[in-house]
């Protein structure tokens, strides 16, 4: 982009864009726009009512709302099955021994290394 902000490149894109842009100037245009308004505005049927929006809404508001129950559904099962593979996976392959137990036992007596094995676990 040049410095200088009106070059001859950006007059002709003026010109184009008002022509473009500019406001109709046959009056059947602006007596039949007028028409169309007054038309609209004198219609009173039940679609002016508020709710009337709302029930033309209801079909897609339902699709969207089943589509994100379906969606949480699938989430909660993919979570429970991952808890039940962790579940499984601990008990089948349980972890390797404490060697803790073993050595506390030998420090305390006979008699209480069962309940302290018991109890540490």
């Known amino acids: 982009m040049t410095q200088d902000r009106w070059t001859s490149g950006d007059a002709d894109l003026t010109n184009a864009l008002r022509a473009l842009y500019a406001a109709p100037v046959e009056e ?5 726009l007028e028409a169309r308004i007054i038309a609209h ?27 994100l129950i379906l969606a949480a559904s699938l989430a909660l099962v993919h979570s429970r099955q991952l808890e039940v593979r962790s579940a499984y996976a601990g008990v089948i ?6 060697v803790e137990p073993a050595a506390r036992a ?14 540490s676990r």
């Open 41 to 67: 505005v004198a219609r009173a049927d039940e679609r002016t009512v508020w709710w009337a929006e709302l029930a033309e809404m209801a079909r897609p508001g339902l699709v969207a709302a089943a589509a």
């Open 106 to 119: 030998a420090s305390v007596g006979d008699g209480d290394a069962a309940i302290h094995f018991l109890i």
């Open 93 to 98: 392959s349980p972890a390797a021994p404490s």
């Open 28 to 32: 059947n245009y602006w007596e039949a």
